[in-house]
């Protein structure tokens, strides 16, 4: 089997979508009904902190550009803040897109919570108890569009919900969906066993619909790479079929699983429950190679995102950061772009 990684060319400098006065992470593209390619992303304002400012000031917003790689310009905010009262209410983050017929499908993940935004001299931090309970509050949504454009139906309620006393109790997250062509879902997502309050570590589970109109249930009770541990880490799933066989890529939280610390992950599977890595599982890296001949190590490289064309990966997508490493590191984030070469 190919590595994953040898596909991988060099990133346009500048391109991508970077927003002044704003953290832009995660990302999704789709080539839209006006054959231009619309990136959907999360963003929040930089006067709060990176981390964890995304969990309480996170909202979706769509980009446009002409070609792939950019660079993208923002056109709106698409899921952006409602009533508390809603699972959706005060934050949303982690998009996926993909249409089905004539229908756009807008995966990503709704914070809720009930008070008003914190300010920025009073905001939660990485340590504090109020940040760990809004954290729980992460659950799937989908809104639905006939336009690229909008506008987006967003569903009632979640459409996974944690199971309670099991691996996956405390959250719904970083939805993967791999929509086939006669509507039935795929769905990997990520959760954890909470322990004292503590955030992660985090395993990934499958869901399935026969439908994107259908209820979700899960494949199997257990998580798909055993119960998270220091050894078998891992999140930011991304999930599509080639026509053969499922295809995943995800970060190794450790690298215990491909080599290398928060590098990226490629594995195969019959069923979407067997899951085999090749023999060099390396799909990406930190360390990046630029289109002005440098090679440079990000402090981050997350939300990988794959854009799919006539059922072939043409372009990785991917939240990137500058910095030593770590989210209190960075001093400016975005979505960067790699186009991919077909082997």
């Known amino acids: ?15 991508g979508f970077r927003m002044e006065g704003y953290w832009v992470w995660c990302g999704s593209c ?15 304002p930089r006067k709060y902190p990176m981390h964890p400012g995304w969990v309480f000031h996170s909202e979706i917003v769509r980009a446009v550009a002409d070609r792939p790689e950019g660079p993208y310009e923002f056109q ?3 899921l952006g803040r409602r009533s508390h009262h809603w699972f959706d209410g005060r934050a949303t983050h982690n ?14 993940v709704g914070i809720t919570y009930n008070a008003e935004p914190p300010g920025v001299e009073d905001h939660p931090t990485n340590d504090d108890r109020y940040y760990r309970q809004v954290w729980h509050q992460k659950r799937i949504g989908l809104a639905t569009s006939k336009s690229v454009n909008g506008p987006w139906i967003r569903q009632d309620a979640p459409i996974l919900q944690p199971r ?4 996956d109790s405390s959250i719904t997250s970083n939805p993967a969906p791999c929509v086939k ?45 055993g119960v998270g541990n220091d050894d078998r880490h891992v999140e930011d799933p991304f999930l599509w079929h080639d026509g053969q066989q499922f295809n995943i890529i995800m970060k190794d939280m450790t690298g215990a699983m491909c080599g290398e610390h928060h590098g990226g992950v490629h594995m195969t599977s019959p069923d979407g429950l067997a899951w085999t890595p090749g023999a060099s599982p390396l799909a990406y890296s930190r360390q990046v190679r630029w289109d002005d001949g440098q090679v440079r190590t ?3 490289f997350e939300r990988p995102s794959l854009l799919i064309q006539d059922g072939v990966p043409t372009h990785l997508f991917s939240a990137t950061a500058d910095g030593p490493g770590g989210f209190m590191a960075a001093g400016a984030t975005w979505n960067m772009v790699t186009p991919l070469k077909n082997l």
């Not at 017929?101 to 990503?108: A, E, M, S």
């Not at 309670?164 to 691996?167: C, D, I, K, L």
Request: glycine share 10%; proline share 11%; charged share 15%.
């Open 1 to 15: 089997m190919p590595r994953f990684i040898d596909r991988l060319l060099p990133a346009p400098v500048n391109g």
């Open 298 to 300: 990000m402090g981050s």
């Open 30 to 44: 789709i080539k839209g009904e006006d054959g231009r390619y619309h990136l959907f992303a999360s963003r929040w």
């Open 181 to 225: 062509p006669d509507g039935s879902v795929y769905l990997i997502y990520k959760s954890s066993a909470p322990a004292s309050g503590r955030v992660g570590p985090f395993s990934l589970g499958m869901a399935h619909a026969p439908h994107w109109t259908a209820p979700f249930t899960r494949l199997q009770d257990a998580p798909l790479f």
């Open 95 to 108: 998009p996926s897109i993909h249409k089905c017929g004539d229908t756009y499908l807008l995966f990503y």
């Open 76 to 78: 709106e905010v698409v």
């Open 164 to 167: 309670p006393g099991q691996w």
